[in-house]
């Protein structure tokens, strides 16, 4: 069992920058693929980024060349560093693991623990 805690949201002016991490307790950290999602009020939850075990990542279109996801297997924890946001970006977000490999990284059904979110609103 694998426990997340998400930190480092809050609020910022379009423009801005945000890094959300995301702490693991657990064995077997390495061997695990990561993803960040998020859910605005009102829409269902979306995928943003992926990482694999093997440092592999996947974006969702909307945030390519604006966010980057990355892993640190020495310190468990999970990073989602965010530029140049908007206020499209303004949701709950939340950090999710899975064992192994997912076949759709950006899907999160394809994910079994989860965090509790972190909320990142955007002004304009």
């Known amino acids: 069992l694998i426990k997340l805690v998400e930190s480092g949201g809050g609020s910022v002016k379009a423009g801005g920058s945000l890094r959300l991490s995301c702490a693991a307790s657990?064995?077997?950290?390495?061997?695990?693929?990561m993803g960040w999602f998020r859910q605005a009020p009102g829409k269902e939850r979306e995928g943003v980024a992926a990482?694999?075990?093997?440092?592999?990542?996947t974006y969702a279109d909307s945030v390519k060349g604006r966010f980057t996801i990355s892993k640190d297997n020495a310190q468990n924890t999970e990073y989602l560093q965010m530029n140049s946001l908007k206020p499209e970006d303004t949701a709950m977000y939340y950090c999710?693991?899975?064992?192994?490999?997912?076949?759709?990284?950006?899907?999160?059904?394809?994910?079994?623990?989860w965090g509790q979110g972190t909320q990142v609103t955007v002004s304009s």
């Open positions: 657990g064995d077997f950290y390495s061997k695990y693929s």
């Open positions: 999710a693991a899975r064992f192994g490999y997912s076949i759709s990284p950006l899907d999160s059904d394809d994910y079994n623990y």
């Open positions: 990482i694999d075990a093997d440092g592999d990542t």
